[in-house]
Nanobody, 119 residues
Framework: QARLVESGGGLVQPGESLTLSCEVK????????ARWHRQGPGQQRELVAQ?????AADYSDSVKGRFTASKDRNTAILQMNSLKPEDTAVYYC???????????????WGRGTQVTVSS
């Protein structure tokens, strides 16, 4: 059985950086795409970053140039630089993976991790 472990949220000051990690644990063949959504206080959930199977990524205008999505083995990573107070939100990841080469993709969803940017 595969499970998703999120880490990396926290409290930082404006201009600082954080790295969010979403690791698929268990006996898996590999991870493929991943997506990060966030939901700030009183706001709707929005998609901020999407990483595709071969490493290309797309970003919302609000984070473009500051956030970078990547993967390392079975971990999807969101590097967040130059954080702003408006980046404060609960960040959720979901990751596509395979248990073996010949099976279909499955997706795991994280429970969310809090990112707070405040001076």
């Amino acid at each position: 059985q595969a499970r998703l472990v999120e880490s990396g949220g926290g409290l930082v000051q404006p201009g600082e950086s954080l790295t969010l990690s979403c690791e698929v644990k268990g006996t898996v063949f590999g991870i493929y795409g991943a997506r990060w959504h966030r939901q700030g206080p009183g706001q709707q959930r929005e998609l901020v970053a999407q990483m595709f199977e071969y490493g290309a990524a797309d970003y919302s205008d609000s984070v473009k140039g500051r956030f970078t999505a990547s993967k390392d083995r079975n971990t999807a990573i969101l590097q967040m630089n130059s954080l702003k107070p408006e980046d404060t939100a609960v960040y959720y990841c979901d990751v596509d993976y395979k248990l073996s080469y010949r099976v279909d993709l499955k997706t795991l969803w994280g429970r969310g991790t809090q990112v707070t940017v405040s001076s």
